[in-house]
């Protein structure tokens, strides 16, 4: 997939123009699971959560325009981490002086206060980012096939079967579960290569 890099920076680059509402609904649709669950797993409380969706949408907004697909310091991918641990300690620090807010995250647990990338925490992040990505993905393709060609390539390719046994199970040939696995690995790949940075579903697909 040749052009695939173009295609997810452009979608970013879309984001600069504020009036790009599907570029907008996009982006809010793929990263908003993403950026909440995070949180929740670094320890945020439920609200606060939602809160760091919104604070960290708004900063991308803001910041959007110089953020440059070229650029030496890092993918788009670690440019969002970064934002996303930049608020999150800002948050934590407000409980810090007011120990009488419930709910402290654990994002910056023995992390130092210099703007340090933290590898293994980005290296979730970016896990969370993959699962995401497919699972937005997979929801799109899977509501525009139909449910036998969906059940051929999922349980072959995820769940890991024989294509002869599930060719039995739905009454196709074997020959018809190749194909329709593998026009769907070719459609999650074109929607993974809508979304920035994204990488191309044939790894996913198989659930790692």
């Known amino acids: 997939m040749a052009n695939g890099p173009t295609t997810r920076h ?7 123009n504020r009036d ?3 570029a907008w609904q996009q982006f809010a649709e793929t990263y908003q699971p993403l950026l ?18 919104q604070e960290v949408l708004l900063r991308v907004a803001g910041a959007v325009d110089r953020w440059d697909p070229h650029e ?9 981490y970064q934002i ?12 810090i002086r007011r120990p009488d807010i419930a709910g402290t995250g654990s994002v910056v647990e023995d992390a130092p206060d210099d703007g340090a990338v ?3 925490l980005e290296d979730e992040f970016d896990r969370a ?13 899977q509501a525009a096939c139909s449910r036998t060609t969906w059940l051929a390539f999922y349980r072959t390719a995820v769940e890991g079967r024989s294509p002869a046994a599930v060719a039995e199970e739905l009454g196709l040939s074997p020959g018809s579960v190749y194909v329709a696995r593998s026009r769907i690995i070719r ?7 809508k979304v920035p940075e994204g990488r191309t579903a044939g790894r996913t697909c198989h659930g790692t």
């Open 84 to 95: 996303a641990r930049n608020f999150m300690i800002s948050l934590l620090k407000q409980r």
């Open 129 to 141: 980012m993959q699962r995401e990505i497919y699972q937005w993905a997979a929801r799109r393709v």
């Open 118 to 120: 933290d590898p293994a």
């Open 187 to 193: 459609r999650l790949q074109a929607e993974v290569a």
């Open 72 to 80: 030496q310091r890092g993918s788009f991918r670690s440019w969002l």
């Open 20 to 22: 790009d509402l599907e």
């Open 10 to 16: 452009s979608l970013i680059l879309r984001l600069r």
């Open 36 to 53: 909440y669950s995070f949180a929740i797993r670094r320890g945020f409380q439920h609200s606060d959560a939602v809160d760091i969706v």
